[in-house]
Structure formats: structure tokens, C-alpha cells
């Protein structure tokens, strides 16, 4: 997967998210699975649902964090794979993208 700039993250339907002071749970309500995420993987599942695509994400976070740019972009890849394979996130086409 690439940090595309025509995609961007939204929440599946059967999915709640509660923010408790720095870190925040996510819920499956049809698998009835808890994720738990701290103070960073909070930051970053608030920049990708926040960000207008991707690629935007990406660079919100690069400038945010002290990080390599190929290590963020491998990171920002597993931890949303990790979300997509339990059902809590998905990718979706953004109606303002450029491609």
C-alpha cells in the first residue's frame, strides 16, 4: 500500500472510538474486540481520520514527529494495516484528491 493522496481513512460503521486523556480504544462492535492504542498510535489514527488523504497524514506527522521519512511511511503502512485487518478502519476514496 502508498500513502496516496486520492485515499483517505474513515472509521468502519461497526466501530466506536473513546479518547481517554492521551490514549484511546477502539471497538468492533460486531467482533466485540478492544484495540487499545497510546499517546502515539492516538495521535496518529486522530491525524489520519482528521487529514483530507493520506499523503496529507503522512506529511502532518512528518513534520509533527522526529522520525525518518521511510520509517513513518512503514509505520503509518503496518498500523493501518493492523486496523484494517480487525475491521476498524477502512480506506476510502477521496472525493478530493488528485489522483
Same mark, same amino acid.
Given at each position: 500500500?502508498? *500513502? @496516496?493522496? @486520492?485515499?483517505? $481513512? $474513515?472509521?468502519?460503521?461497526? %466501530?466506536?472510538?473513546?479518547?481517554?486523556?492521551?490514549? @484511546? =480504544? *477502539?471497538?468492533?462492535? &460486531?467482533?466485540?474486540?478492544?484495540? /487499545?492504542?497510546?499517546? $502515539?498510535g %492516538? !495521535?496518529?489514527?486522530?491525524?489520519?481520520?482528521?487529514?483530507?488523504?493520506? !499523503?496529507? #497524514?503522512?506529511? *502532518?506527522?512528518?513534520?509533527?514527529y522526529? =522520525? #525518518?521519512? #521511510?520509517?513513518?511511511?512503514?509505520?503509518? &503502512?503496518?498500523?493501518? /494495516? &493492523? *486496523?484494517?485487518?480487525?475491521?476498524? =478502519?477502512? $480506506? =476510502?476514496?477521496?472525493?478530493? /484528491?488528485? /489522483?
Open positions: 500500500m502508498t *500513502l @496516496s493522496d @486520492s485515499q483517505k $481513512v $474513515v472509521l468502519t460503521e461497526s %466501530t466506536l472510538m473513546q479518547q481517554l486523556e492521551y490514549d @484511546s =480504544v *477502539l471497538l468492533n462492535l &460486531e467482533t466485540e474486540q478492544f484495540f /487499545g492504542l497510546d499517546e $502515539v %492516538t !495521535r496518529m489514527i486522530q491525524v489520519m481520520l482528521e487529514a483530507q488523504n493520506l !499523503r496529507t #497524514a503522512y506529511d *502532518l506527522l512528518l513534520a509533527e522526529e =522520525v #525518518a521519512p #521511510a520509517r513513518l511511511e512503514a509505520d503509518m &503502512e503496518r498500523f493501518l /494495516g &493492523e *486496523l484494517q485487518e480487525n475491521k476498524l =478502519v477502512k $480506506v =476510502v476514496p477521496d472525493s478530493h /484528491g488528485t /489522483g
